[in-house]
């Protein structure tokens, strides 16, 4: 077998300009040339410009020379062979590249194999060109989706640093004036709170209630009215970070799949990168509530997965407000809970997801807690209206 057999590349230079972003690179690396040649025209026929290799070390010298959107690689069931291996730790290790395997058609070991890597698909062969087809498009939808989220969410994220940094600035502006800061400082990080809130599902007076519950804690904890104060002013900036999440997933109705939940998760460290930086003492606390508010007693929190005392005093307090005051109060989605039903609920919670002392400590403290939710109450929603009678026949 001469070198044109073992390794076909497509005319011209080796090292080529990056396609246009709705083409889409291929590399077909199979041992059988009829298999090879088969799966080289339906991507080509396609319009994804495909290189073919018959073997893994000659792959990899294409694969130096060129950047590849997808690649299709043979399988064997040994999962010690070179070819297992070989498509294994690309499965694992590609970082934008969609692998398939290519696994015999009926060989359970095979399509086993494929599965245990990870793999988003497969393809069977001898190679029947409608199931390719039908392949390619499902796993490459799956890929252009996934990449238009990031994007987008790029995207997103920097129109909001852009957008608020005249905010921002002008916040530290009204800082340094001693006589109008804390007044001004209040009303404005108030209001830009509520501009995040207005894109979520929260009730009008979350973010009052919630504060006054952190400052209570801090005020139990021992804190300075100093800190108490910084506390309770900073603390409704928790969810910042909202503003750039995409509505499709924010609105979502239903359960998010594990990409958009990666997704969602990214608010709180949005909000870290939209207050962080400043010369503010008070913006710099919004900043640690944003970014640590999720994060968990045992460490299954994000964005980080900090643990215990690691986690910011000020999140570890945000938390235990925020997810009280959600758990009391009526959503859209769900009605208010009873006091004894959150207490049994977040007290299953110590430990995992709340500092178990600071928990203990909010409950010592319930009669003032509950004095503040009466203060702060919702709105009994309007009534619904009577439904409109049928009009008159004629």
């Known amino acids: 077998m001469n ?20 083409v889409i690179t291929a590399l077909v690396v199979e041992p059988d040339a009829a298999q090879r040649t088969a799966l080289r025209d339906i991507l080509t026929a396609a319009g994804h410009p495909c290189d073919i290799a018959a073997a893994p070390e000659q792959a990899r010298t294409l694969m130096k020379l060129q950047r590849y959107d997808l690649l299709l690689a043979a399988l064997h069931a040994d999962t010690a062979s070179e070819w297992s291996t070989f498509a294994g730790s690309l499965v694992v290790n590609a970082s934008d590249m969609l692998v398939l395997p290519v696994i015999d058609r009926g060989d359970s070991a095979q399509l086993r194999l494929a599965y245990e890597m990870g793999a988003h698909g497969f393809i069977t062969r ?25 994007l987008f969410s790029h995207r997103i994220g920097q129109e909001v640093l852009k957008q608020t940094k005249e905010l921002l600035d002008t916040i530290q502006r009204l800082e340094r004036s001693e006589v109008r800061i804390r007044r001004s400082q209040e009303e404005t990080i108030y209001r830009l709170a509520r501009a995040a809130e207005y894109r979520d599902s929260e009730t009008g007076r979350h973010l009052q209630r919630m504060s006054q519950y952190s ?27 909202k503003i750039g ?4 997933i924010l609105y979502k109705n239903g359960r998010h799949t594990p990409e958009e939940f990666a997704i969602m998760k990214q608010h709180a460290q949005m909000g870290y990168t939209i207050l962080q930086g400043s010369q503010s003492e008070l913006l710099d606390a919004a900043a640690i509530i944003a970014w640590t508010h999720h994060e968990k007693f045992d460490g299954s929190g994000y964005p ?16 235990i407000a925020d997810v009280f005051d959600a758990l009391t109060s009526r959503r859209v989605y769900k009605p208010e809970f009873s006091i004894e039903r959150a207490m049994e609920i977040m007290n299953e919670g110590a430990g995992k997801h709340f500092d178990p002392e600071l928990l203990q400590l909010f409950w010592s403290s319930l009669d003032e807690a509950l004095h503040i939710k009466d203060r702060y109450s919702d709105p009994e929603p309007e009534p619904a209206p009577p439904e409109a009678s049928a009009p008159p026949a004629g």
Request: net charge positive; with cysteine.
């Open 3 to 22: 070198s044109d057999e073992l390794l076909i590349s497509r005319d011209g230079p080796a090292i080529r300009t990056p396609a246009a972003p709705t």
């Open 126 to 150: 001898p190679v029947i060109e409608h199931e390719v087809a039908f392949t390619l498009r499902n796993v490459l939808a799956q890929r252009r989706l996934q990449r238009e989220n990031r």
């Open 215 to 241: 400052a209570l804690l801090a005020r139990k904890s021992g804190l300075d009215h100093e800190r108490c104060e910084l506390v309770r002013i900073a603390s409704p900036m928790h969810d910042i970070g």
């Open 245 to 248: 999440i995409p509505d499709h």
């Open 304 to 319: 980080r997965g900090l643990t215990g005392g690691a986690i910011p005093f000020e999140g570890r307090v945000v938390a």
